[in-house]
């Protein structure tokens, strides 16, 4: 009994790609969803390049919380950067087919750069319990 079970457990199929469905039912307005993902996408690129161009440009802004700032906006820009071209991608050209390695792959920086983003934080928290106590 227990060998046709392990018999009909075998699978000789790889995985290649994924599919991503995005969002099911909105395909007649798919295009309109994505100028708010579009807007959001270059108004955080826009403010977060300005926040590093004025902590480069001003000396008074060279301490250490405003160059966390600065290393906040640069995590920032490679968590934007990570999601949102594939979303954007799937809203514009339909592109909903995914790669099994650019999959792991696009996982692997998302929690590379919250994990960034948390020690940063951590840091920033840490650098002003110093300076109050």
């Keep these: 009994m227990f060998q046709n079970l392990k018999a009909s457990n075998i699978s ?47 000396p008074t802004l060279h301490q250490p919380m405003y160059y966390f700032l600065g290393i906040l906006a640069v995590v920032d820009l490679g968590l934007a950067s990570t999601v949102t071209p594939r979303i954007l991608a799937i809203l514009w050209f339909n592109a909903k087919a995914i790669s099994l390695p650019e999959c792991f792959l696009q996982m692997y920086v998302l929690h590379c ?21």
């Design 12 to 58: 000789k199929l790889q995985v290649s790609e994924f599919i991503l469905m995005g969002f099911p039912g909105i395909h007649s307005w798919q295009h309109w969803l994505s100028l708010p993902f579009t807007l959001l996408y270059l108004f955080a690129l826009s403010v977060n390049i300005l926040i590093l161009i004025v902590i480069n440009h001003k």
């Design 113 to 133: 750069f919250v994990a960034m983003e948390s020690g940063v934080l951590a840091c920033m928290a840490i650098d002003r319990y110093v300076a109050i106590c």
